[in-house]
């Protein structure tokens, strides 16, 4: 079924889709990453992103080391009735909330929340680019996106997340983890 990401018309209290990217290799306190991944989506109502659609959970090797902890990803499309940067802005809260805490790059965690597209917006700020500059890239984003929305189109690329994910260079073997 195709998903429509239509832009949002003057005003921040008018609702827009976003499309947001999870991640966890590390459990904090939870069980595991699957369990702190439920545990944090259930958190994006209250932060005014409710969950219009999600993917299943996907797994993949850490990178660039693959000898790291797997990792556990998956999307979700949510409905914002914000500006990017106060979006981008509620998905830091959640991520501190769950432990993260921002050091070295690639680093393990215990959860990332990436913005991915805010109703199509093309942008770059110092804390916020639209779309976001390397989730084209990667299998364990543009899988579980194709997964529920394979006729979106990348904004700057005009590809669909199913030619994205066919073509991914990070994360090959991403792969649901059922």
Known sequence: MSQEFPESGVGASLPTRAIVALGSNLAGGYASPVELLEAALSFFPGAGLPVLRRSCWWRSSAWPDPSGNEYRNGVAIVEARMDAGA?????????ARFGRSRGERNADRTLDLDLIDHAGLVMQSPRLTLPHPRAHERGFVMGPLSEIAPDWRHPGLGLTASELAASASVARDARPAR
Do not use: A, N
């Open 87 to 95: 979006t981008i802005g509620r998905l830091l809260e959640i991520e």
